[in-house]
């Protein structure tokens, strides 16, 4: 398992995780697939994360999450997400008990080409500590 503090952005599935969902946004349709934005986080850092299809109605707030073979790139709307895409697998395993933090928001962060490593990401700057699309939780 990777902390989230830990993951760049890349164009392999190659991210296993365990989170808790935070928060969901309301589920929009692209196509004849429906999408929902959702907050997750571990110990370390928080992360948008890309919910399809039935994710969209089978995960709520509070459910402790098992990612296996995740990826952590740009969807459709340029947007840094993390999510399980096709070749990974989103699962519950849990409910309510886990220790999280929601800064920094790894989604949050200016990611730039590794100049010594084109195939590498590295972060350029912070733009927001936290969410700008899910305020902090009170």
């Known amino acids: 398992m990777v902390s989230l503090k830990e993951i760049a952005p890349a164009a392999r599935n190659n991210i296993n995780a365990h989170l808790i ?38 995960f709520q707030p509070g459910d402790i999450l098992r990612l296996s073979n995740g990826i952590f790139s740009y969807n459709r709307t340029n947007h840094l997400v993390l999510r399980a895409g096709k070749r990974g697998q989103l699962e519950k395993v849990g409910d309510f008990t886990m220790l999280f933090v929601e800064s920094p928001n790894m989604s949050e962060i200016l990611w730039v080409p590794d100049p010594n490593n084109s195939a590498k990401y590295i972060q350029e700057s912070v733009i927001s500590p936290h969410s700008r699309i899910f305020p902090p939780l009170q």
């Not at 589920?27 to 959702?38: D, F, M, V």
């Not at 992360?47 to 299809?53: A, E, K, P």
């Open 21 to 58: 969902l935070l928060e969901k946004g309301r589920i929009t349709s692209e196509g004849q697939n429906k999408t929902c934005l959702a907050l997750v986080a571990d110990e370390t850092a928080s992360v948008h994360f890309q919910l399809w299809n039935e994710e969209c109605d089978a």
